[in-house]
């Protein structure tokens, strides 16, 4: 009996150590979403922000006239509350006194900050992560492990139908792939 005790303590305790398994974007997207991302036409990314302009307010934003699907807040009602493991590119919102990100969008792809139009809010995820980190490069692929909300966010840069309240964020490394 002590033994199996012991046996179920030390399986607990590996098993709450262990990784989570990495979430897929496509998973925060509900089916019928990407269905129409998959028959969207070419879209153009002829813009000042393609051009390193951004002398406008809302970056981010998505420009009017896209397929709707651009614009989608549809979340994954199951998604809600769950903890997940999240790989992609930080656009950074705010910093603290020793210049680490405690506010940024983790976006899919690296230079959604840069290249319009960035990704539809339901493939941006707020994150929120007290702590801060250290960003030498946005275009420096992060895992991003915490608490998944639905939450619709939207300030000047951009919108987002998720938050995350991460528990750790750090910066993918080569033996990660």
């Keep these: 009996m002590r033994c199996a005790l012991?046996?179920?303590l030390l399986l607990c305790s590996s098993l709450a150590q262990a990784q989570l398994p990495e979430t897929d974007w496509l998973e925060l997207m509900p089916t019928s979403d990407q269905k129409a991302l998959e028959d969207m036409p070419?879209?153009?990314?002829?813009?000042?922000?393609?051009?390193?302009?951004?002398?406008?307010?809302?970056?981010?934003?998505?420009?009017?006239g896209l397929p709707a699907v651009m614009y989608s807040t549809k979340t994954v009602p199951a998604m809600n509350g769950r903890d997940v493991r999240l790989g992609g590119y930080p656009v950074?919102?705010?910093?603290?006194?020793?210049?680490?990100?405690?506010?940024?969008?983790?976006?899919?792809y690296p230079g959604a900050c840069i290249h319009v139009p960035p990704p539809p809010p339901n493939q941006m995820v707020l994150v929120r992560y007290?702590?801060?980190?250290?960003?030498?490069?946005?275009?420096?692929?992060?895992?991003?492990?915490g608490h998944l909300k639905i939450e619709k966010v939207s300030n000047d840069l951009a919108d987002a139908?998720?938050?995350?309240?991460?528990?750790s964020v750090r910066e993918v490394k080569e033996e990660d792939l």
């Design 6 to 8: 012991l046996l179920t």
């Design 42 to 64: 070419e879209i153009d990314h002829n813009s000042p922000e393609a051009k390193g302009t951004f002398t406008n307010k809302g970056g981010l934003k998505q420009a009017k």
């Design 161 to 167: 139908a998720y938050a995350l309240d991460a528990a």
């Design 92 to 108: 950074p919102l705010e910093t603290d006194a020793k210049g680490r990100s405690t506010l940024f969008f983790l976006v899919p």
């Design 130 to 145: 007290p702590k801060g980190l250290k960003l030498g490069d946005i275009y420096n692929p992060l895992w991003v492990t």
